[in-house]
């Protein structure tokens, strides 16, 4: 059974950084994309970032794009996220997520939709306050 656990949230004051981890166990990641979503309180969940299997596709979302890098280890299976001038609207409980498909297209890291990706994370809280 494949598992992804996320660490690394808290509690941050705007402009600070925070640096998120996933680790997969039951699977490597090397043949599989990866993407980090986001949920606020009372708003849908949204894709953050995303990164191919094979690493030549990067995409973020326009509202973090600058400020936030995805970074892959396929030989330790794991994929970070690491935030800086991080932003109250910032503040959402950020998940981990595995592409459905080995060896998947480029294009289902570029339309960054949940539906394609399976399994999840179970969340960490990121929150951004003075």
């Known amino acids: 059974q494949v598992q992804l656990v996320e660490s690394g949230g808290g509690s941050v004051q705007p402009g600070g950084s925070l640096r998120l981890s996933c680790v997969a166990s039951?699977?490597?990641?090397?043949?599989?994309?990866m993407a980090w979503f986001r949920q606020a309180p009372g708003k849908e969940r949204e894709f953050v970032a995303g990164a191919s299997w094979n690493g030549e596709t990067i995409v973020y979302a326009a509202s973090v794009k600058g400020r936030f890098t995805i970074a892959r280890d396929n030989a330790e299976s794991t994929v970070s996220l690491q935030m800086n001038a991080l932003k109250p609207e910032d503040t959402a409980v950020y998940f981990c997520?595995?592409?459905?498909?080995?060896?998947?297209?480029?294009?289902?890291?570029?339309?960054?939709?949940?539906?394609?990706?399976?399994?999840w994370g179970q969340g960490t809280q990121v929150t951004v306050s003075s």
């Open positions: 039951g699977r490597t990641i090397h043949r599989y994309s």
């Open positions: 997520a595995m592409d459905r498909a080995r060896n998947g297209g480029r294009r289902r890291v570029e339309m960054g939709l949940e539906n394609d990706f399976d399994p």
